[in-house]
Nanobody, 119 residues
Framework: QVQLRESGGGLVQAGDSLRVSCAAS?????VGWFRQAAGTERAFVAA????????YYADSVKGRFAISRDNAKNTVYLQMNNLKPEDTAVYYC???????????????WGQGIQVTVSS
């Protein structure tokens, strides 16, 4: 069983940067970040392959967010720059064996962490 725990969320202002982390137990998996704003479905944000060599981003965050991982620490990071109010959401990390942007590609999910961007 893989356990995932997000950390680093909070309240920031538009234009600020924030880094959220996902600590994982168990072996390395593909890891993705998703987010869910109030009243919307959970949406893909970014994914990183098992050894960090491949990354993929949603168009809405491309150029502003960067996903990376440190397998020695079993941690995946999502660096978020130039944050906008529309980035406000609960952010979830997820792990699986398929590299993709669908929720079904991931078998394990964290509890989520709130990121709020004020204007």
């Amino acid at each position: 069983q893989v356990q995932l725990r997000e950390s680093g969320g909070g309240l920031v202002q538009a234009g600020d940067s924030l880094r959220v982390s996902c600590a994982a137990s168990g072996r390395s998996f593909v890891v993705g970040w998703f987010r869910q704003a109030a009243g919307t479905e959970r949406a893909f944000v970014a994914a990183v392959s098992q050894y960090g060599t491949i990354t993929y981003y949603a168009d809405s965050v491309k150029g502003r967010f960067a996903i990376s991982r440190d397998n020695a620490k079993n941690t995946v990071y999502l660096q978020m720059n130039n944050l906008k109010p529309e980035d406000t959401a609960v952010y979830y990390c997820a792990a699986g064996i398929r590299f993709g942007e669908r929720r079904d590609d991931y078998n394990y999910w964290g509890q989520g962490i709130q990121v709020t961007v004020s204007s």
